[in-house]
């Protein structure tokens, strides 16, 4: 008798979706959220690296932005990586 898995099939009319089923979208959720926070993170650092090579922003001007803008995106970034990577251990 073959095993069928019926995590991936649309719950019957007037049925909740299995607790797997919502569990594994949570955890893919969570993994795209992280995803693209770091992406965030890492996009603003290398632009403000780049206008500092480029010459567009001095250092002192990318000094003054890193505490508004750099500051508040690490802090939502390492509590999204600690909620996803704590949440993960359940």
């Known amino acids: 008798m073959a095993v ?4 991936n099939q649309p ?12 569990q594994v979208a949570r955890e893919k959720m969570r993994g795209v959220l992280a ?7 890492a996009t603003v650092i290398l632009s403000l690296v780049g206008a500092t090579i480029g ?14 803008i750099i ?3 690490v802090t939502l970034v390492g509590t ?3 909620f996803y990577f704590g ?4």
């Open 4 to 7: 069928v898995d019926f995590t």
């Open 11 to 22: 719950p019957p009319p007037g049925f909740p979706p299995p607790p797997l089923a919502i």
């Open 35 to 41: 995803l693209i926070l770091v992406s965030l993170l």
């Open 55 to 68: 010459n567009a922003l001095t250092t002192k001007e990318v000094g003054d932005l890193l505490d508004p």
């Open 71 to 73: 500051t508040p995106l």
């Open 80 to 82: 999204a990586i600690g």
């Open 87 to 90: 949440g993960a251990a359940e």
